[in-house]
């Protein structure tokens, strides 16, 4: 029997508050805090279809590390990314390993990627002869120094996936880290956005077109496989990878038009609060009201490009033969505590979209499981009935979804280098490395009565065995990631390890 298609498609730093339907009666019990007011239907009739996880997890709310737990099925320790690719970064994917796709593709699957990539060190890439590969625009020109060193304040983001590193992906247009939106006619080329094809060339965005629409029609062309861009005969798994919301969000220039004009603009919108309902959002700062009208576009924009995806599925005939998942690989403090970005331990970092649809096994439901980065592989590949790495860390939790019994996770793990924490459905409990090998106080939240983490609570106002639960949940997760403050037994007064 053939198995399904898969449509994967992931965002950058999308908040999982800022999916409409969470405003509806039905998901509102499931959300902590408000739910953003923004506009996104298709992701509404997505969830309708499906699974909407409530619990979904960053486990650590950077581009990089995310994206590696994803392909990989293991925590940085061992999937080589312990921070984000960039520019003199040795963090990168590691090659020995078998990634989401290479399983795939062994799996017989026609295998397509489009839009950011994001799994290895920015830098140019030299043929055996040492010629460089690419615009030599690019290289002798504002993406890289003359010499060949990375230009860390220039775009030299978008350079190409390096020979040997492409996986075993037949379809593939793609750009190794960042890059701008949208170009407008006359604008300088070596700021336009653009990708690259598995044979090295450079695709360049039309002028003023919004490149999620570009990637977006990239993605209609290998469905539709109309000039051969796909095996016809094979399944397929296609991976979209947006970049919004993902900073930039200055202005209208960044992000999609048609939302930021006809909903979200100061002239539909002159009153802030209509957007910023959080309580823990200070909101006086008129910059920071233009951010969140643009990054409110960016969702609003994505979410029709989703919806093109949808349609060409469902006049591709094959909607009941194919697992559509949305996600992202973190959240947007947007302005909660006073920060903007991600790589906090704070819910709306770490809590993100998570949707599956799959009309022929899964029915429609809303649960509070926790998945994170590292289950998506095992998971996913359950689902299909293919053969799961022996060696992945995350957790196969496809009998989960369908309904069946089996164990769930009672936690989910926060992991940085310097700053562990776990989060359980009630708590979240973090611990920081600090100086002359002394930990920081671990910091403790109540989340159903603190949604937003605005006040630590001591150890003695929750119940002994919830604190207890906590410090040998940290201890499990950290065995199982093989972290190396396991392999250390790092703060074990606090932190309770399990016995080897």
Known sequence: MKKPNIIFIFSDQHRK?????????????????????????????????????????????VCSPFRAMLFSGKYPENNGVWNNCAPGRLDALKEDLDSLTDVLSDSGYSVGYVGKWHLEEPRPDFDAEGNYIGDKEDYEGERFFPDGSPDSNTACWDTLIRSGRQRKIDYLYAYNTWDVFRTKEGGNKLKAPHYWDKDHNRITVPPNIWSPEFETDLALDFIRNEKGERDGEKPYALFVSYNPPHLPYSSREDTDYTAY????????????????????????????HEKVRVYFSHVTGIDSCVGRILDGLEKSGEKNDTIVVFTADHGEMLGSHGLMSKNVPYEEATAIPFIISYPKMLEHKTDDLFMTGADIMPTLLGLIGADIPRDVEGSDYSALLRGEDGERPRSALFTQPKRKGVRTSKYLLTISYGDKDNYTAPELYDLEKDPYQMNKIAFDSIPEEDLLLL???????????????????LYADFIIYPEE
């Open 261 to 288: 004009d006809n909903i979200y603009s100061a002239e539909n919108q002159p009153d802030i609060s209509a957007l910023i309902k959080r309580e823990n959002v200070t909101i006086g700062d008129a910059k920071f």
């Open 17 to 61: 508050a800022s999916m409409g339907f969470w405003q509806n009666e039905e998901y509102k019990k499931h959300i902590k805090g408000e739910p953003d007011p923004v506009v996104t239907p298709n992701l509404d009739a997505l969830a309708k279809d499906g699974v909407v996880l409530s619990e979904a997890y960053s486990s650590y709310p």
């Open 471 to 489: 410090r040998k949940e940290l201890g499990e997760k950290l065995r199982i990631s093989k972290d190396p403050w396991y392999k250390m037994k």
